[in-house]
């Protein structure tokens, strides 16, 4: 058979010479000026081809890319192989003399040393055993078919978990098949596989709990129809597809999936909250993730909304709580930038673990917030950016928080319960009195908030290691003031210094750079630790 003959038209392909390197057949003919059948490859990376799909002129097919199209011999591609050969080659197949004399570590002087690994043999031997195999990857071996139905399920009967990340499978009929084939299966990795749209026929796959589709091509409206034929689905991961509308078929929010509770939207192009609303009824789900989107902006609707919201569904008292099992939401990497939007994450009923890391509204240096306002405005969180909030830590932050707004001289109550929700909560519960500066007249000014215990940390390369110091500086401390005195603390006349706040649970010390912010303007409390370093 003339090698030509194996591709057809959307078929997906390898490089004969790297599995990793996938596209989808976009042409097969002569090229003019070039003897011989060609394949035309439209490689799913940019980079990995020469053009577009013209050549001297001529258009042959349009790439996605500027240079992401070849033309290649058909002995240069793969077509691919079975589910069952791709685990016999990742299973089966023996090291060769050339991978095993590649084992080596260097010896003291230089010299090859060859390794052994103990219990390798044991290990292979278990590992080509398939009918006991219960979890297996083969990414990136070219897998384009299941192979002979009744093969599989003879074969590997105890498998429960399979990935196949980049290999070639796009016919969710063949997915059917390996799923119906494969009795134990609960966990399917498909990623980087691009799928077709054509879902017509999808029978029930009534054992998957967890299927990751990250890169696949699959819009929403696919995922409305898989949720028919995944009952019992409790992680749906998504990633990469550039997903931007949340389109429910048969009412205003997303029914089903009444076992998911893990939903992974990272990595979309999801920009407004109202989408990530249709989700809200979604009962079971507690954990969301949308990590590097394009959201601005985060609320949770009233109750008059709730019910345009849920249209004409019925409603009961339970319906008005919007993810009502909502315990994780990351939302790390968008472009959230108000206080509104931290405000109104305390709306949401049990939500304790929140990411809000890589926004503006989170970055001090572009006028973000600091990590103790976020705890301190966050009124149920145990876990931010990933760091666990101590006991201790809420309560320097709230109390640092409230000394902050006082620091700020808002009078009208209405405006700061507007933009403070908490902190007449707070103020109350701490039992802060209000503390202003006073002259009287026969005395100068009374300290705000009086005495602070810090501790200040010289880091200075140029003037070596140097013991910490504790001191005891008045709240009204500005950093201009601060700097002179830790000049005349650590002897450090000739530099140039730049004051950090090293803070709990936060990767980074925060930048002290207004000179003309005293320590209460800044939120700083008792037994504080300041790093004192020089400018580079």
């Not at 849920?310 to 930038?337: D, P």
Request: with cysteine.
């Amino acid at each position: 058979m003339e090698q030509s003959s194996l591709f057809t038209l959307g078929q997906r392909v390898h490089s004969s010479a790297d599995p990793r390197r996938v596209g989808t057949v976009k042409f097969v003919g002569n090229v003019e000026g070039y003897s011989g059948t060609w394949v035309g490859v439209d490689w799913d990376n940019e980079g990995d081809g020469k053009h577009d799909g013209s050549i001297n002129g001529v258009r042959y097919f349009q790439a996605r890319f500027q240079n992401s199209a070849s033309f290649v011999r058909p002995q240069n591609l793969s077509p691919g192989i079975s589910l069952l050969e791709a685990l016999k080659l990742r299973y089966r197949s023996q090291s060769t003399k050339q991978e095993e004399d590649e084992m080596y570590v260097l010896s003291a002087s230089n010299k090859r040393v060859s390794v052994e690994l103990l219990g390798k043999d044991k290990i292979q031997d278990k590992l080509s055993r398939f009918e006991e195999l219960n979890s297996a990857s083969i990414s990136y071996l070219g897998v384009s078919t299941p192979g002979d139905p009744a093969e599989i399920r003879a074969s590997v009967p105890n498998l429960k978990e399979l990935d196949l990340t980049g290999n070639l499978i796009s016919d969710w009929k063949d997915v059917s098949t390996m799923c119906e084939q494969l009795p134990h299966l609960v966990a399917l990795n498909l990623s980087n596989n691009l799928m077709t749209e054509n879902m017509i026929g999808l029978p029930l796959l009534k054992g998957i709990h967890v299927l990751v589709l990250n890169s696949t091509g699959i819009n929403w409206p696919q995922v409305e129809i898989l949720e028919h034929s995944l009952p019992v689905i409790e992680e749906l991961h998504l990633m990469g597809n550039k997903i931007s509308a949340i389109k429910p078929t048969s009412s205003s929010t997303v029914q089903g999936f009444d076992s998911l509770r893990l939903l992974n939207l990272e990595d979309n192009c999801l920009t407004d909250w109202n989408e990530i609303l249709k989700l809200s009824q979604l009962k079971s789900l507690e954990q969301l993730y949308l990590n590097k989107n394009k959201l601005n902006s985060i609320f949770y609707p009233h109750k008059n909304k709730i019910q345009e919201l849920l249209g004409n569904q019925e409603s009961c008292e339970e319906s008005y709580l919007l993810f009502q099992n909502l315990r994780c939401l990351l939302l790390g990497s968008n472009e959230i930038s108000d206080p509104a939007s931290i405000d109104s994450l305390n709306s949401f009923p049990k939500l304790i673990d929140i990411r809000l890391s890589d926004n503006p509204i989170t970055d001090p240096g572009r006028g973000g917030l600091p990590r103790y306002v976020l705890i301190a405005r966050l009124a149920k969180v145990e876990m931010l950016n990933g760091s666990e909030i101590s006991a201790r830590e809420r309560k320097e932050s709230e109390i640092r928080y409230v000394r902050l707004v006082m620091s700020k001289s808002l009078d009208n109550p209405e405006e700061i319960n507007r933009l403070h929700p908490r902190f007449v909560e707070l103020k109350n519960f701490y039992g802060i009195e209000d503390e202003r500066p006073s002259v009287g007249v026969a005395g100068p000014q009374k300290m705000a908030s009086g005495l602070l215990s810090i501790t200040l940390k010289c880091v200075a390369s140029s003037v070596g290691e140097k013991l910490p110091l504790t001191k005891k500086l008045p709240a009204t401390t500005t950093v201009g003031k601060l700097k002179a005195l830790c000049e005349s603390f650590f002897k450090l006349k000739s530099l140039k210094l730049k004051l950090f706040l090293q803070e709990e649970g936060s990767p980074l010390p925060m930048l002290l750079d207004d000179e003309m912010a005293s320590l209460m303007d800044i939120g700083i409390g008792n037994e504080s630790t300041i790093i004192v370093d020089e400018e580079s």
